[in-house]
């Protein structure tokens, strides 16, 4: 006699095989991520690229691109993105710790990278996937150049100067604006933390009279 299986490890058993079919059916970056560089669309969705990242593309690499013709794929060494150069004086860059290359992609060009994010000056503490390595903006930092990236100091943060207004006072603050002006206050009230307060001389000509009084020593 055959023992049936129970309902609910039924259910569980078609779960897992639909997730497993859905893996198994999602395309791979390889296929999800291809181009054609004639018309500037992707074959997997049909989408096309904005206009803008044209000049990009045609001149500037993936993150893979520049990883698949180096020794080890590049672990250990320094990348960074032309948007980064462009924005920030500070340095910014990714240091290749680990890399998972698809080896079904043509001339190994797709896969992912996990490295240590090094933003504005500013170093992360935990290795993450490196994102967006797709983009046409990848740039390998020269060996000659690594020292200087690394030894950047940021400057230190400068001092808070302002926090938030708490919860009910601000929407008193804004609830009196739109009395008084009849529109919402467009900018978000902040609390000051320091004040600078102006004094007239006679305050302090005031403040030597008063203690002359009270020491009993006024003319």
Do not use: C
């Not at 059916?25 to 044209?54: C, E, F, I, N």
């Not at 804004?174 to 006679?202: C, M, N, W």
């Amino acid at each position: 006699m055959v023992k049936k299986k129970p309902p609910r490890l039924i259910a569980e058993m078609a779960r897992k095989i639909r997730a497993y079919r859905e893996l198994k059916s999602r395309p791979r970056d390889s296929q999800k991520y291809a181009l054609d560089y004639d018309t500037m669309r992707r074959p997997h969705t049909g989408k096309m690229l904005p206009v803008m990242a044209w000049q990009d593309v045609r001149r500037e690499s993936r993150l893979f691109s520049l990883l698949a013709g180096m020794r080890l794929f590049g672990v250990g060494r320094l990348f960074t993105r032309k948007s980064w150069l462009e924005d920030h004086a500070e340095p910014s860059y990714w240091q290749i710790t680990k890399v998972k290359v698809d080896y079904t992609a043509e001339n190994m060009d797709h896969g992912k990278a996990w490295g240590i994010l090094t933003y504005k000056g500013k170093q992360e503490n935990e290795v993450k996937e490196v994102n967006k390595v797709m983009y046409h903006d990848w740039r390998l930092v020269p060996k000659h150049i690594e020292q200087q990236f690394r030894d950047f100091e940021p400057l230190p943060e400068p001092p808070v100067r302002y926090v938030p207004y708490p919860p009910l006072l601000r929407a008193m603050m804004l609830a009196q604006h739109k009395k008084a002006y009849g529109s919402i206050l467009t900018e978000e009230p902040a609390l000051p933390l320091k004040t600078d307060v102006l004094f007239r001389k006679d305050y302090f000509l005031k403040q030597e009279q008063e203690r002359q009084r009270e020491a009993g020593t006024e003319v």
